[in-house]
Structure formats: C-alpha cells, structure tokens
C-alpha cells in the first residue's frame, strides 16, 4: 500500500491486523517504534495479542531479514501468518536501494509456499521516485480504496534479481591495495584485511564478521575458482571495501546465499554466512572471472 499519512494507514492497517486476531492467525507488525505507538492506542487491548518489532532492527540488511522471517514462521507451525511491514528504506544508497529491491522480490519466491498474508507499507510523501519503482515492481498486488487489486507492473521474481547483478560494479580505485592470495593458510590474508579495518575504525565486533566473510570468500575463490585470486581493500563514502577476485567464471542457481540452508546438508551455509556477516555483498560472475564484494560501514 501507498498511502498519504497516519489516517490512510491507520484505515488498513487495524482492519488487517484484527482480521488476522479474530482468525486465530500469528500475527506480526514489523514498524518503527512510532507507529507502534499509534497501533497499540488504536488497538487497545487487542494490541498485546500482536507481535511487534523494531523495522530499524529487522530490516538491517536482506539476509538477516529473511532469516528473521523465516524463524518467525518455524515458531509458528502449521498457524497461518499475518504479518504487517513499514520497510525502513530512509538514507539509502544507489546500492543498497537496489540490494532491497531484490530482496523485496525474493521474499515472494522464498515464501511462496508458505499459508500467510504480508501488507507492506510505504508513504508516498516520503519515498524517491527509484524506490517507488522497486515496490511496483515487486508487489504482486496493491491496496487502494476499493482493497487489493492486481498490479499490472509486478515483475517475475527471477528477472529482477538477475538485473540487479547486471550493472558492472564501480571500478576498483587506483589507490586500493591489494594482496595476492595463492594459500589455503589465510592467516597473511586476515593481517592484510585487519589492518586496513582497524586504520579505518571498524569496531572490534564488525572486524570479527569481516574477517570471516573475507576468509570464507578466499577459501571458495582458492578451491573452486581459478587463479588469479586477489584480494584488494580500499574505503568509499565512509564504508571499507573488501573485494575478492578469482579467474573462474560461476554459474550459480537459484537464489545463492540469500536462504537460510537445510541444516540436515553441510554444504550451501557459505555465501549465506557471508551474506548474514555483511550489510551489502555484492557478486558478479562472468568470463572474464569472479568478483564478491564486501562493503562494511565501520559501525
């Protein structure tokens, strides 16, 4: 839904949440604290029957977003979903707009099979016109006045993540440095990525996630590409940059790393885990090589 303000959303939000309540359903509103706020005084005592969390918490990068939904369904079972979302989508960079995007449009396929019911929320007034096309594009259905209705500009899920991929990625700058990486033992490796993060001011809690996305990254790039593989770092609007190439050319299926993997199969839990460790990775893959790129903000 787009709506125009506290009175459009409150006229389809409370009509949606307590359809879910009186139906028996789970139901879960992931909002800014704001809006809780005017639910829950809406609501009135119906309100401690929902579930609420922080959309600044939830919606802190798409892995992390999906993994939180699909636990929110695992400790739900065989119970209808309902779940009402405000995605945070505020002071967002060209990249990472589109990194939600996709992630908007993989939640249909991922959940696909899943019995649930999900309204997302966005006010018109506040989002930018590249945003706006993202939501149309991955929102089967819209609300208006006379209730849902098909949207004519929904794109197949499949479509819009390979366009997300197929713009190349900013050139690596003439200053980055870079490292060889022709070993198994990435001790030398982590040295390298280390300090240029701790030079950079990344927190001793976010270092540790870098370091094992870079050592996880190499590792793949060592035993299933082909050399060269190189690793070079360098800062970029604030953020530090850990981009890993190899000459091997992948040809990945499905929706790599963006879904929590079975945990009865030990293989698959490796780019997921590096998409779960950083806010934005971004891959490309071709003839001429593999590129995985990490972008850390230090905080």
């Not at 990068?61 to 739900?76: C, E, K, L, Q, V």
């Not at 609007?237 to 850990?242: I, N, Q």
């Amino acid at each position: 839904m787009l709506h125009s303000g506290d009175e459009s959303y409150l006229a389809a939000a409370i009509p949606f949440l307590v359809e879910g309540l009186e139906a028996g359903e789970a139901v879960l509103a992931v909002i800014p604290a704001a809006t809780e706020v005017r639910l829950r005084h809406a609501l009135g005592a119906r309100a401690d029957a929902l579930e609420f969390r922080d959309a600044a918490h939830w919606y802190s990068h798409p892995t992390r977003t999906i993994a939180a939904y699909s636990s929110f369904i695992d400790d739900h079972p065989a119970t209808r979903i309902r779940a009402l979302a405000e995605p945070g989508w505020k002071a967002r960079t060209p990249a990472e707009i589109a990194e939600w995007t996709r992630y908007e449009s993989i939640v249909n396929q991922a959940f696909a099979d899943v019995d649930a019911a999900v309204l997302c929320m966005y006010d018109r007034r506040l989002i930018a016109p590249d945003v706006l096309d993202g939501v149309l594009h991955t929102h089967p259905e819209l609300v208006g006045g006379a209730g849902p209705h098909v949207n004519d500009a929904y794109r197949d899920p499949h479509a819009v993540y390979a366009e997300v991929d197929r713009p190349p990625l900013p050139p690596v700058p003439p200053d980055a440095r870079a490292m060889p990486v022709d070993s198994i033992d990435l001790c030398a490796l982590r040295a390298f990525v280390g300090g240029h993060a701790e030079d950079h001011g990344i927190t001793s809690a976010r270092l540790h996630d870098l370091l094992v996305a870079t050592t996880e990254v190499a590792t793949n790039a060592i035993r299933h590409g082909l050399p060269p593989v190189t690793c070079r770092t360098w800062a970029d609007g604030g953020d530090l940059v850990v981009d890993v190439t190899d000459g091997g050319h992948w040809r990945p299926e499905g929706l790599p790393g963006f879904l929590p993997p079975d945990p009865l199969v030990r293989a698959g839990f490796g780019l997921w885990g590096v998409r779960m460790l950083c806010p934005l990775v971004q891959l490309r893959t071709g003839p001429t090589g593999t590129d995985i790129r990490l972008r850390v903000p230090p905080r």
